[in-house]
C-alpha cells in the first residue's frame, strides 16, 4: 500500500520507510484498539463500588501506592499502548471535571467498546455505531435530568452533601470513618464556597498530611498549617493577635541583579562597607519591626546575623516557606505578599488570632498552625494516618469527596446511586431504541445493555450474583415505575437507594455517560494504525 | 514452537477433543487461558498452515543457531512440567524482516500422537487475532486477583517471620552487615532498626516496613510487635480466603474486631497519675519490661532508673532532644550514669581556664575566622603589598572590635557553633575567657536550652542579650577523653545520659535500647493508663474477640475468630523463642483468663504462667493501642488489592 504508481506507471512511496513500521488497517485496526481499551477498563473494573479492591502500584522508584482511585490507578501505571492512553486521559479528565466517578467512567467506556466490536463484526459500519452511540447518549443524559433530584441544603444544613460525600468515601479504604471525614470535608468547602456565585475555589482547600496518630485524628482548622518551625529555635512557640508580614524578599545583603563589581582597595572603603552592611541588616529588622509586624512568614532564607537581631528584637520569623503556601497564607490572614522592605507598610500586614508551633510524636517534626484568621476563607485539613500510603489514599479520597461537594453546590442535582441511575437510562435508552429506523437502532440497544455492565460490575464486586441481581433490579423499576432501585451492595437487605441513602451528583453522571461516549466515538473512528516498530 | 506433553491437568481439560491446539501466547502467558476456549477457530488455521507456507512476522529473539524462540522454561511459567522442545527450522528472510515458517514436517509427525498440543506464537497472522501487543510499558508488570494476594501475603509473612524471632524477652538479635563501603555491621533486635536496613522489593513488604518505621516515630516501641500482628492476621486472612471469604468481608470482621479488642483494654487500663509515688513505680515497670528484650537486660533495673529519672525531668515534655545521649566505649555497661548537668564533647581552647565557676555564657553562632563583607560583589584589589597589609591590619581589627564586644556582655565562657581561628582565640584566652569552638548545632541548641540563654549572631547591644548561667564549667574525663561539663544549669530538664559498654556496637545498641525506654516512657507520662505485660493484654483482647465471634451473625465471625488467633500468636511467639512449650501455655494461660479479673501472663524466666501484677511487667497502654490500630490498618490494606503493577525500575547509570 505505501507503494503507488503514477499514470507512467512508476512506482513511488507515500510512507517512508513502511518496513521498519507497522500498520494495522481497517476493521483489524478498530479490533486491535477496542481490544487495548477492553483490557484497560477490565484492570479497573474489579475496583468500582463499595467492595471494589485496591490495586497496588510500585512506580520506577520503588514506591508504593496503594489505590483504589481510578485516575490514580491508570495514571501511575505506565500504560504504553495508544489507545491505553486515550483512556487514561479520559479519566483524567473526568478528575479535573468532575474530581469523582474516574473508575466508573473508564469501567463505561469499556462496556461501550465490546458492545461496539460485536456491532462490527456485523458488519455495521463504525461510523453509524459511532452516531447511534451518541444519540443514546444523548437520551441518557435527557433521562438523568428528569429523574434527577433538587436537593435543599443551606449553610447550617449540611446534612444531604454529607450524605453525598459518605457515597463517595465508601468506596475507599477510609470508609471506616466516612461520616467524620464527610463532614470535614462539606465544612470546609462551605467555609470557602460562595454560595451567591455558586462557585469553589478548591485552592482554598489545603490538604496536608503527617504520618502517625489514627484516622480519626484527622481535623479540620480554620487557618492555615505550614510544615515549617520558626527559624530561631527560642524564638515564642505561640502568638497570639499575630500581625503578619508575608515578605518574598530575603534577609540577606542586596544583590542587584546588574553585574558589578565592589572594589575595595583601602582601608577606609572596607570599613564602610562593613558599616554599611550592618547597618543594612538592621534597617530590615526596623522596618518590620515599624509596621507593628509581630511575625515574619518569608519565603527566602535568613542570615544568621539576621536571624540573631530578628530574635532579639523579639521578632518571630520563618523561613523558605513555600510559594503557594505564602499564597495561602495571604488569603487567610487578609495580608498582602511584600516583595521590598521598603514596601512593608501596616496596611499590609496579615491578622491571625493564634499562631503556634505543635510538635508531634517522638522526632522532633513540628507543624505551624496559623489559626483564626482575618478572613476565614482558607481552610486546611490536616489528616493523621497509620502509614504513608494511607495518608495518601486519605488525601486523594478527600480530594474526591470535596470534589462532590463542590459540584453540589455548584448544581444542588442528585441522581440515585448503587447503579440505579445507570439502570434506569438503560430502560429509556432500550424503550427510545425502537423509535429509530435504521441501523442506529441496533447501535441504541448496544448502548442500553453497555450501561448494564455498570451496575453488573457492582454486583459481581459485591459477590452478588450479576446478571440475577440485575435484572431483579430492573424488572423492579420498570413495575414500580421507582428509579431508585439499585445493587444492595452493603446487604443492608434494601435495594432502594434513598433509604440507604446513597447519592450521586447529576452533572458526574452526565459527564461520564458523555466523556465515555465522545472517547468511544473517537476509538472507533480510527481505522489505520501506523506507528514505529521496535524490531 | 514448541509443545507440551499434556502432564497438566488444567490444560489438558481445556483441549479435550482437539488433537492439536493452537494457541497465542504473549510473553507472559497471562492470555493463554481465553484463547484455548477458542481455539476451534485455531484449527481450521492450522489446516491452512499445514499446507501452505506462513508468512509470520517476526517480534521473537533469534538466538545463534537460528532458533527463533525463547527457552521455552523460561516462558512457560506455572506449567514446566514435561516440556519438550521442538526446534523447528525457520527461514529467515533478513531484507523483510519476516520469518517464513516451514510447518509441514513437524505437523506431520506430531498428529498422530494426540497427547502433543502445540503452543504457536502467531502473533498477528489470523485476521481475527485479539492480540494486544502490550499495554504496559517495557518491563512492566502486571499481577491480578489471586496470584497479586498470594504475592502480597507472601511478602508481607516473610517479613513478619524475619523479625518474629526477635520479639520477647528471650528473642534473638540479627547481624546487618550493610552493602556500603566498609561493611558497617550492626548488632540488633529493634524490628525499626531491622526493617529499615532491609532492601526490599516486595510491596506488601514494604507496607509493613513502613508500619513499623511510623510505630518508631510515634511511640518509640513495639515495633516487632506491630508487624507480627499484621503478618499473623495475613497468615489467618490467607486461610479464609483460600475458604472462599471475600476480603472485604474479612476486612469488615477485623473491623469489628479490632474495635472490640481496644474497648476490652480500655475496660482493663490502669491509671495512676494521680499518686505519684505508684506513677513511678509505673514507669520503672514499663522501662524494665521494655528493657527486658533488648542488650540492656542485664542491667535493667539501673537503666531503668536512669531513664525514668531522666524522663521525670522534663516534666511532661515529649522533646526528647533535652535528653543528650553520649557514647564512650570503655568500662562496662554498668558504668553508664545519668548527668544531671550538660556535657559537650569538646576540648578546652589552649591557654584557657580549666574551670570556671559560676559561669556567663554567651551562645553564639557567628563567623570567627575572618568576618566576610556580605555584600554581593564585594571584593579586595590592592595595587601594593603595603595595601595588603593595611587590609589584613583593618581585617584583623574587626575581629579585634567583635571579640571586645563579646567580652564586653560580661561573659565568662563563650561557645560558638563555627570555628574560632587562633587569633580571636588567643584574644579569648587574654581575657581568661574559655572559648568553645565549633559545637554542632544540635549542641548549641540543647546549651542554650539548658543554661538559658540565647543564641546570639550580632553582638551590639551588650545589655540586651540574655545570657547563659552555670554554676561550674569544669573539664572532665571519662575515659579517655576529655569533655567539658556544664553542672548547675538554671534549667532542670536537661540532662545527659553518659553510656559506656565493651564496644562501639554493645554501645550503638544500648543506645537504641535505651531511646525506646525514653520513647515509651515520655509518651506514657502524657498518656499514664498502663497495662499489663508478658502476653496478658493480647490474652484480655483474644477473649473479647472471641465473645465477639460467637455473637455475631454471618460470614464476619469467621475473621472475628481469626483476629482473636492472630492476637494469641504473639504470645506464642514469646513462649516460642524463650524455647518454653507455648501450646501448654498458652492453653493455660486461656483457661486463667476464662476467670474473672486475671493478671496471668507468661512469666518467661520460670517458663510457667505467673501473675504480672506481681512480677511487675507492665506495658503502656498508647503502645498497645497503637500496635492494635496500626497492624489492623496495615493488614486491611493488603487484603484490600487485587493488582500489582509494577513499573521497571529506573535504569541506573553504570558508574564503572
Not at chain 1, 546575623?305 to 521578632?315: D, T
Not at chain 2, 494426540?114 to 501487543?133: A, D, G, K, Q
Not at chain 2, 476490652?264 to 524494665?288: G, P, Q, T, W, Y
Amino acid at each position: 500500500m505505501a507503494l503507488a504508481f503514477d499514470e507512467y506507471g512508476r512506482p513511488f512511496i507515500i510512507l517512508r520507510e513502511q518496513e521498519s513500521k507497522s500498520r494495522l488497517r481497517g476493521l483489524d485496526a478498530q479490533k486491535a484498539n477496542i481490544a487495548a481499551g477492553v483490557a484497560v477498563s477490565r484492570i479497573l473494573r474489579t475496583s468500582l463500588g463499595p467492595k471494589g479492591m485496591d490495586k497496588m502500584l510500585q512506580s520506577p522508584d520503588g514506591d508504593i501506592t496503594i489505590t483504589n482511585d481510578g485516575a490514580t490507578i491508570l495514571e501511575q501505571m505506565d500504560v504504553d499502548n495508544q489507545i491505553g492512553k486515550l483512556m487514561v486521559e479520559l479519566s483524567r479528565s473526568q478528575d479535573y471535571e468532575i474530581g469523582d466517578g474516574t473508575t466508573g467512567v473508564v469501567v463505561m467506556a469499556g462496556s461501550l467498546l465490546e458492545q461496539a466490536e460485536k456491532l462490527l463484526e456485523r458488519g455495521i459500519h463504525p461510523i453509524r455505531v459511532a452516531e447511534g452511540f451518541e444519540i443514546s447518549s444523548r437520551i441518557a443524559v435527557d433521562h438523568l435530568e428528569q429523574i434527577a433530584h433538587k436537593f435543599d441544603f443551606s449553610a447550617t444544613n449540611i446534612e444531604p452533601l454529607v450524605q453525598t460525600c459518605m457515597t463517595t468515601l465508601s468506596s475507599k479504604i477510609v470508609n471506616r470513618c466516612k461520616r467524620s471525614l464527610a463532614e470535614i470535608a462539606v465544612k470546609s468547602v462551605m467555609a470557602v464556597a460562595d454560595l451567591e456565585r455558586k462557585d469553589v475555589n478548591l485552592d482554598l482547600i489545603k490538604v496536608e498530611g503527617k504520618v502517625g496518630g489514627k484516622l480519626e485524628d484527622t481535623e479540620l482548622i480554620y487557618g492555615i498549617i505550614v510544615d515549617k518551625d520558626m527559624s530561631h529555635p527560642q524564638m515564642p512557640k505561640q502568638i497570639e493577635d499575630a500581625k503578619i508580614a508575608i515578605l518574598t524578599c530575603p534577609f540577606e545583603p542586596p544583590k542587584p541583579k546588574t553585574k558589578h563589581k565592589v572594589d575595595i582597595d583601602t582601608v577606609e572603603k572596607f570599613q564602610t562597607l562593613r558599616k554599611q552592611e550592618q547597618q543594612y541588616f538592621d534597617d530590615m529588622v526596623q522596618k518590620c519591626k515599624d509596621v507593628g509586624a509581630t511575625l515574619v512568614i518569608c519565603q527566602w532564607g535568613f542570615d544568621d546575623e539576621a536571624n540573631h537581631l530578628l530574635m532579639h528584637r523579639n521578632l518571630p520569623a520563618v523561613r523558605w516557606v513555600g510559594g503557594v503556601e505564602l499564597e495561602l497564607i495571604a488569603i487567610a490572614t487578609g495580608g498582602r505578599i511584600v516583595p521590598r522592605f521598603q514596601e512593608l507598610t501596616p496596611e499590609k500586614l496579615g491578622k491571625a488570632g493564634l499562631v503556634r508551633e505543635k510538635a508531634f510524636g517522638t522526632t522532633k517534626d513540628r507543624m505551624l498552625y496559623i489559626e483564626h484568621c482575618a478572613n476565614s476563607k482558607a481552610v486546611t485539613i490536616f489528616i493523621r494516618g497509620g502509614n504513608k500510603m494511607m495518608i495518601e489514599e486519605t488525601k486523594r479520597s478527600i480530594h474526591d469527596a470535596l470534589c462532590v461537594a463542590r459540584n453540589l453546590i455548584r448544581n444542588n442535582s442528585i441522581v440515585y446511586g448503587g447503579g440505579a441511575a445507570e439502570i434506569s437510562c438503560s430502560i429509556a435508552v432500550e424503550a427510545a431504541a425502537d423509535k429509530y429506523p435504521g441501523v442506529e437502532q441496533y447501535a441504541i440497544r448496544a448502548f442500553a445493555d453497555a450501561l448494564d455492565s455498570v451496575p453488573m460490575a457492582l454486583a459481581e464486586n459485591s459477590g452478588l450474583q450479576p446478571i440475577e441481581t440485575l435484572s431483579a433490579v430492573k424488572a423492579q423499576q420498570i413495575k414500580e415505575n421507582n428509579h431508585c432501585c439499585g445493587i444492595d451492595c452493603n446487604d443492608t437487605g434494601t435495594n432502594d437507594m434513598r433509604e440507604q441513602n446513597v447519592f450521586e451528583t447529576l452533572i458526574g453522571k452526565q459527564q461520564q455517560i458523555l466523556l465515555a461516549t465522545q472517547v468511544v466515538k473517537m476509538i472507533l473512528k480510527i481505522d489505520d494504525v501506523i506507528s514505529p516498530s521496535d524490531y | 514452537m514448541f509443545a507440551i506433553r499434556s502432564s497438566d491437568p488444567i490444560l489438558l481439560n481445556a483441549c479435550k477433543g482437539f488433537d492439536v491446539i493452537i494457541c497465542k501466547m504473549d510473553a507472559r502467558h497471562s492470555h493463554i487461558y481465553p484463547y484455548v476456549e477458542r481455539s476451534s477457530s485455531f484449527i481450521c488455521i492450522l489446516g491452512l498452515l499445514a499446507k501452505t507456507e506462513v508468512v509470520m512476522k517476526s517480534g521473537i529473539n533469534e538466538d545463534a543457531n537460528g532458533n527463533l524462540w525463547r527457552k521455552p522454561t523460561e516462558t512457560i511459567g506455572a506449567w514446566q512440567t514435561g516440556v519438550e522442545t521442538k526446534s523447528v527450522y525457520m527461514n529467515y528472510d533478513s531484507m523483510s524482516t519476516k520469518v517464513k515458517v516451514k510447518f509441514r514436517n513437524l505437523c506431520d509427525e506430531n498428529l498422530e500422537n494426540p497427547n502433543l498440543i502445540f503452543i504457536i506464537t502467531v502473533c498477528s497472522i489470523c485476521p481475527h487475532s485479539r492480540y494486544i501487543e502490550k499495554i504496559l510499558k517495557d518491563e512492566a508488570t502486571e499481577e491480578k486477583g489471586e496470584r497479586a494476594r498470594m504475592a502480597s501475603f507472601v511478602g508481607a509473612m516473610a517479613i513478619a517471620d524475619l523479625v518474629k524471632t526477635t520479639l520477647g524477652p528471650k528473642g534473638m538479635d540479627k547481624i546487618l552487615q550493610s552493602t556500603g563501603r566498609g561493611h558497617s555491621v550492626t548488632v540488633t533486635n529493634d524490628g525499626a532498626t531491622i526493617l529499615k536496613s532491609l532492601h526490599i522489593d516486595n510491596p506488601a513488604a514494604k507496607v509493613l516496613i513502613d508500619i513499623s518505621k511510623v510505630q518508631d516515630d510515634e511511640v518509640g516501641d513495639g515495633t516487632t510487635s506491630v508487624v507480627v500482628l499484621a503478618g499473623e492476621l495475613l497468615r489467618e486472612a490467607e486461610k479464609l480466603v483460600g475458604s472462599k471469604i471475600h476480603p472485604m468481608t474479612i476486612i469488615s470482621g477485623y473491623r469489628m474486631a479490632a474495635e472490640c479488642a481496644r474497648r476490652a483494654l480500655l475496660d482493663k487500663v490502669k491509671d495512676n497519675k494521680d499518686d505519684a509515688e505508684k506513677f513511678r513505680s509505673d514507669l520503672m515497670r514499663i522501662a524494665m519490661t521494655t528493657l527486658s528484650s533488648k542488650i540492656l537486660s542485664q542491667d535493667k533495673e539501673h537503666f531503668a532508673k536512669l531513664a525514668v529519672d531522666a524522663v521525670m525531668r522534663l516534666k511532661g515534655s515529649t522533646n526528647l532532644e533535652s535528653i543528650q545521649i553520649i557514647k564512650k566505649a570503655g568500662g562496662s555497661l554498668k558504668d553508664s550514669f545519668l548527668d544531671e548537668g550538660f556535657i559537650l564533647d569538646k576540648k578546652i581552647g589552649l591557654g584557657q581556664p580549666k574551670r570556671i565557676e559560676n559561669a556567663n555564657i554567651l551562645v553564639a553562632n557567628t563567623a570567627m575566622d575572618t568576618d566576610k563583607v556580605k555584600i554581593y560583589g564585594a571584593r579586595v584589589r590592592v595595587d601594593s603589598m603595603a595595601k595588603v597589609a593595611q587590609i589584613e591590619g583593618a581585617e584583623k581589627e574587626k575581629m579585634r572590635e567583635k571579640v571586645q564586644k563579646i567580652i564586653g556582655h560580661g561573659i565568662n565562657c563563650f561557645v560558638n557553633r563555627q570555628l574560632i581561628y587562633n587569633f580571636p582565640e588567643e584574644l579569648f584566652a587574654d581575657a581568661g575567657i574559655l572559648a568553645i569552638e565549633h559545637a554542632d548545632f544540635d549542641g548549641i541548641e540543647r546549651l542554650a536550652l539548658v543554661t538559658g540563654g540565647e543564641i546570639a549572631s550580632t553582638f551590639d547591644n551588650p545589655e540586651s542579650v540574655k545570657l547563659g548561667h552555670c554554676k561550674l564549667i569544669e573539664e572532665i574525663m571519662i575515659g579517655e577523653d576529655k569533655l567539658i561539663h556544664f553542672s548547675g544549669v538554671e534549667m532542670g530538664q536537661a540532662c545527659t545520659i553518659v553510656l559506656r559498654g565493651a564496644s562501639f556496637h554493645v554501645l550503638d545498641e544500648a543506645e537504641r535500647s535505651l531511646h525506646d525506654a525514653l520513647c515509651v516512657l515520655s509518651q506514657t507520662v502524657n498518656d499514664s493508663r498502663v497495662l499489663l505485660g508478658g502476653g496478658w493484654p493480647e490474652m484480655v483482647m483474644a477473649k473479647a474477640v472471641d465473645e465477639l465471634a460467637r455473637k455475631t451473625p454471618g460470614k464476619k465471625s469467621h475473621a472475628i475468630e481469626a483476629f482473636s488467633r492472630a492476637l494469641i500468636a504473639i504470645p506464642t511467639t514469646i513462649a516460642d523463642n524463650a524455647g518454653l512449650d507455648s501450646a501448654e501455655l498458652v492453653a493455660q494461660l486461656r483457661a486463667e483468663h476464662h476467670k474473672e479479673d486475671c493478671n496471668a501472663g507468661i512469666d518467661v524466666i520460670t517458663g510457667s504462667v505467673g501473675d504480672m501484677s506481681e512480677l511487675g511487667i507492665s506495658e503502656a497502654f498508647k503502645v498497645k493501642q497503637a500496635v492494635l490500630l496500626s497492624a489492623t490498618e496495615a493488614a486491611e490494606m493488603i487484603l484490600r488489592v487485587d493488582e500489582i503493577i509494577t513499573c521497571a525500575p529506573r535504569r541506573r547509570e553504570d558508574r564503572m
